[in-house]
């Protein structure tokens, strides 16, 4: 009987529990329909808007009176395509000579234990609490004493990134942490240099990070606008997409560049995301281990 | 304020704990800055004994040396050919002579140095040149104050590298006499050249990057921490009007009290204000909403996991500066939001709500937005390390009876605040410095009318990065303010990294959690 009772008892608690947890996943369905709806509605705007024919500012409502492509034909007309593929030339410099320095640096910092090591990485550190936007017009007058600024801006641009691209080796840092030195060990004993333990044994198990310097690399310059704009200034071919659409959006264009930009906004987005959600769980393991080693 | 023994803080009550935690946190800070002042005097008298050690060692190695030895102090490498060792030899020798090539040219080190004193003695004027057997007066170019500031500089880089490398030089006369001395035969050129991809392959790999970072990082930064000590700005650009030193001014103008709430002390305050609370909320905001999402996203029982990580994963590939624009005038008068209220009927045309025209407004609105950029991220972390929580911990918690509030604040909460630390730190100095959120959503505005410092417009929403940028920008480039700006917020970052990393837990005891 009172054995009878009790199992009574924790059916009836356990349908209770399931109750209220299927009442709290309920809510948190609800939130996060939310908050998907609230992160993605300004880019389904976005691409809406890219596609409205019939007022070329911002209006009060979403869906297009008129459909139509005519945002994406006056992107094709305008100097759109060299900012474009201006961009796309550093994206991809960028992203193979970045990833060469920060693996060299990284690899170096992690493995090697040499005089000057830990003061050298003090010495970054420090360098890295200055905030970067005063360089930038010493790096302007450089540049433009070597040519490279105005229409040739593209190889300065490149220049500057990789050249102070050493400065970012945590994450990468903090992955060679991980793999154990005994392998480079076990490798020396046999006979391998440095070099060689390197390009035959670290390289081949740093896959995930080498992809996810490259990804980063590659993303960052998409986005720069400040020190693009002061290398490039005036002159509209050594523009990157940034630089050149931001004036769409200032006061006396927004009225007739608004949908424009959208329509650009789309084709400078849809390759990046693309490429980022195919190397989505490179990106993932890079941010948490990041965060998590400091 | 008393101190309580283990024993006597765990009798403690919760509340009591955290006044007593806090306390010792605020009674902790004085004792931190001065073990800071301490370890930097500390750091001084280790430079000056080192110093004076290389100078006796280098006397010694003089004294007891062979010939070979003593004309390798002033012809470098010479010790090392005469040693067999010829590639290391002529490499010394190299950079000696391409050293001294270029202190005596005509426009070489010597010249720069010279100048460095006055930044140039005269702009561009007018001389007597002759021409088709005429004297005519023309305008001739005169001094270049950037370039001498900029090559000065340089020299000085040089010199340094120069004396490194004949004390190295030096050294290596005296480690080959040693091994000589021991009947071991030195290394060939050969041997050098393989130690170059194996035993000494960091300075190979090390290289690239190092000059990178030397020539378009560090020469910038000692560049531009000159310029606050000189009067560089547009009407003194150096080429058509000279600039030259000024000392302390700039920082003097920076600290004046006196002119009231019209100047830029005023400016600089209220500013660093807004700075550190932006700071503090787009940080922690951030960090509990992140945490919270990822914790519903990894509920048991929560379908879709993917679906849902993915939408918000999505919105980081987005380059930021469409994101933020299209947001910035999404809020704007006549943005998308106001424009639809009116056609709802809510508000009236000229009713608008102020996003960017109410300083309050501006702030919430940017510190709501910045939520919007950087949940994903936060989620990401989160996420990565929820998983990595012990399970065990939970289920015997459940089995003690605390309720899923208690699981948060005992478990999940230190877990996470412990794994973390470093990264709340680097995310505040982080934010600190968040230049494209500001820039992009408000250039800094609405303008705040009631201080003016004589250059660029101060901002509501103006952080001092943003506000640094502004000075080299607009108001008569006050490149020499942007630069003390710059080397203030050098401070501000340093002294709270100092401080904030020695009390954070994960690195006092680094063992606690494993």
Redesign the interface.
Known sequence: MNNKTAEIDRQKRSIGLKASARISNTIIYILLVIISFIWLLPFIFIVLQSFRCEVTGPVGYVTPKVWGLDNYKRLLECNFKTWYLNTFIIALCVAVLQTIIVLCMSYTLSRFRFKMRGGLMRFMLILGMFPGMLTMIILYRVLKDLGLTQANAVPGLILVYVASSGMGYYVSKGFFDTIPKSLDEAARVDGATRAQVLTKIILPLAKPIVIYTILTAFMAPWGDFVFARYIAFGTSSGYNVAVGMFDWLSKDQIGSWYTTFCAGGVIVALPVTILFMCLQKYYVEGVTGGAVKG | MKRYSDLEYLRLGKWERFVYKLQSFFVAIPKKLWQLILSIGRFFKKIGLGIAKEFTDIWLTFKDGDWKTKTSYLVMGFGNIARGQVLRGILFLLFEIVFIGYMVLPQGGAYWLSKLGSLGDQGPHKEMVQKYGQWVETSVPGDNS?RIL?YGVLTIFFIIAFIYTWRLNVKQNKIAEGILKSGKPLRSGKDDL?SL???Q??K???A???T??L????L??V??VLVAFTNYDAEHDGLNNLFTWVGMDNFNTMFNWTAGGKSYSAAFGEILTWTLIWAFFATFTNYFLGML?AM??N?K??NLKKL?R??????????????L???S??F?K???I??????LGWIQTGQELPFWEDPTWARITVILINI?IG???LM??A???LMNIPADLYESARIDGANPVQQFTKITLPYMLF?????LL?SF?GNM?N??VI??LTGGGPTNASISTGGAAVGHTDL??TW??KI?MEGGNK?YM??VV?IL??LV??VI?LVVYGLLP?IKNEEDFQ
Do not use: C
């Open positions: 950037f900029l393989h991809v194996d035993d392959f960091h190979t790999l090390l690239l990057p190092l990178g970072i020539i378009f990082t560090v910038p930064i560049f531009m999402v519903m996203i509920k029982g929560i849902w993915t939408v918000l994963v999505m919105t980081i590939a987005i380059p930021q500066f469409i994101s624009l299209y947001v005038k999404m704007a006549n943005g998308l106001n424009l639809s209220l009116i056609n919007w949940i994903p991220y990401l972390i996420t990565g390390i794994i973390t630390g470093p990264y680097t100095t410095n230049f494209n820039y992009l001092l990065i640094l940028f080299t490149y942007a630069s710059g917020v050098f970052v340093a990294s994960s």
